[in-house]
């Protein structure tokens, strides 16, 4: 029989040794664990990136980068947060200013702060009341 102790209870150095390698794997794996929940992100969420970060690689391939990605999202959202003036309203619908979709209104009065497909920010003045 081969002894994993000393004959005081003590581990011999074989042992020892795994043991060493063994908690080098179990702390770079906590140090790794550390760094995801750092993100705040759910495991769904991070399958989620990993899905569009997929897509846009086969779509730029290494010609784009996540910054690139990042700062176009942002100038957008920030371009559709800007408000547009509806002008093309009618009795029961009006036209977005950004994409044109048909949206529906109650006599003339706009009362979406959003275009429901699009998503810009719209201006509307019903009857002398800004929104």
Request: proline residues 3%; glycine residues 6%; hydrophobic residues 35%.
């Amino acid at each position: 029989m081969n002894r994993l102790t000393d004959e005081n209870g003590g581990l011999k150095q074989g042992p020892l040794m795994i043991l060493d390698k063994i908690s080098d794997h179990v702390f770079e794996a906590f140090k790794k664990l550390s760094q995801y929940e750092n993100t705040g992100l759910d495991p769904e969420e991070v399958e989620q990136l990993a899905l569009v970060y997929k897509r846009v690689k086969e779509a730029f391939g290494d010609t784009i980068t996540v910054n690139e990605i990042v700062d176009a999202v942002w100038d957008e959202l920030k371009e559709r947060d800007m408000a547009m003036e509806v002008e093309d309203i009618h009795l029961d619908e009006y036209y977005c200013p950004a994409c044109g979709a048909e949206n529906s209104c109650n006599q003339r009065c706009v009362e979406d702060n959003f275009c429901p497909v699009c998503g810009q920010r719209l201006k509307v003045k019903n009857e002398g009341i800004e929104w």
